[in-house]
């Protein structure tokens, strides 16, 4: 059952790319002349995926493979005989050999025979996983510089992450915690953690909480993110990126912007669905005659060339006014989605007429507008 609308223009074909309302596999982005390499085709099976991401041979990773589910099975009936004396275990994805780590010398033996290289160590699994709870305890008292900590089971401690120079705030933790130090292991560390929130034009904006209807994001703006004024009315929830409809017009104009949580954060980059992202410096207005290229949940990365502006689109719904009409294509899913010129943003998807199979014509509303209309700031790089 249709739960949105797709927007079919009075007395043709024009539509606006609404909300896709089934599971769409992304199309494979394949450009348009003059635009971005198409990208590879993804792995087809996991040894593909060993090959391509691990640089091994496919003698290698079927190998590997098949080594890592017997290491599973290994590990599991260890796991069960050797009872309080089993440490855990780690497999070594370039050999092949799994190395299991157990509290009482006399069962190493054990360990041997199932083909498994023994290591006694002095805490192991359990006292390590109980250590991990007693921090997770004080979490909220700890210092900021501290920034995680896990088991390493290879060297057998809990190792506390810490910003440079900060070793004072681990060992501060660690005694709060209650903890012994012996089992514990400082590191400095530059990264800064952070979730996978980030907020990316052109990547899928679920619109229900399975994600089968869902828009694009258009461009990051402080506090959330532009999109199409049809892909939600003021209140309207956004799931990924989590948010509300802070703002909405259609018809007449096509603009909306949603305000996400404080969990996403806008950043100034466009998915080029080629494995990267393309930097966004600003909004300077292209030219008519200029290339343009597109970004969308969809069909991903595709290029034309801008042929109008101040285009009126009279869609079922009622006329959208002041679109750019472009040579590019889209489909449902694709609407909201951001539009680059170079590197400066220009607009957001509305909708269009074809697809991406046979061509057709797609129009943008301006993103300046957008900007406007709610005093927001575009985020840049």
């Known amino acids: 059952m249709k739960k949105s609308p797709v927007f079919r223009a009075l007395g043709g074909s ?15 982005a394949a450009p348009a002349p003059a635009a971005p390499a198409a990208p590879a085709a993804p792995a087809a099976t996991q040894a593909e995926a060993l090959e391509r991401d691990l640089g091994l041979s496919s003698t290698e990773a079927a190998e590997i493979t098949a080594k890592q589910e017997n290491a599973v099975k290994v590990e599991e009936e260890l796991r069960a005989s050797l009872g309080d004396d089993f440490g855990g275990s780690v497999f070594d994805v370039q050999t092949g050999k799994l190395t299991v780590s157990v509290t009482d010398e006399s069962a190493a033996a054990e360990v041997r025979e199932a083909g498994a290289t023994p290591r006694v160590v002095e805490f192991g699994e359990k006292e390590l996983d109980s250590i991990v709870s007693d921090l997770n305890s004080e979490e909220t008292t700890a210092d900021a510089a501290v920034t995680g900590w896990y088991t390493d089971a290879a060297a ?25 130090a012996d089992a514990v292991q400082i590191k400095e560390t530059t990264e800064e953690p952070r979730t996978y929130a980030d907020i990316i034009g052109g990547n899928k904006n679920s619109l229900n909480a399975a994600g089968t209807s869902y828009c694009s994001v258009g461009f990051a703006v402080q506090g959330g993110f532009a999109t199409a004024g049809h892909c939600g009315s003021v209140g309207a929830t956004s799931y990924s990126p989590a948010g509300t409809f802070a703002g909405s017009i ?10 996400t949580t404080s969990a996403w954060v806008p950043r100034p980059y466009v998915n080029n669905y080629s494995g990267g992202t393309v930097t966004v410096r600003g909004s300077q207005e292209a030219a008519i005659g200029a290339s343009v290229c597109r ?5 991903g990365w595709r290029c034309g060339v801008i042929q109008s502006k101040n285009q009126t689109v009279r869609y079922a719904q009622g006329a959208v ?61």
Do not use: H
Request: glycine share 16%; proline share 4%.
């Open 14 to 28: 024009v539509l606006a790319f609404g909300l896709v309302l089934t599971a769409v596999p992304a199309a494979s």
């Open 156 to 180: 057998d401690a809990v190792v506390i992450t810490v910003e440079k120079g900060q070793e004072a705030a681990a060992e501060e933790l660690v005694a709060a915690a209650g903890v012994s």
């Open 250 to 259: 259609f018809p007449s104009r096509d603009m909306g912007w949603v305000r």
């Open 295 to 299: 970004s969308g949940a969809t069909t």
């Open 321 to 381: 006014y002041g679109l750019t009409r472009t040579t590019a294509c889209a489909e449902p899913g694709d609407s909201g989605g951001s539009w680059l010129s170079g590197n400066q943003a220009q607009g957001v998807t509305s909708g269009g007429s074809g697809n991406c199979r046979t061509g057709g014509t797609t129009y943008f509303q301006p993103i300046n507008p957008i900007l406007s209309q709610w005093g927001l700031t575009l985020v840049t790089g």
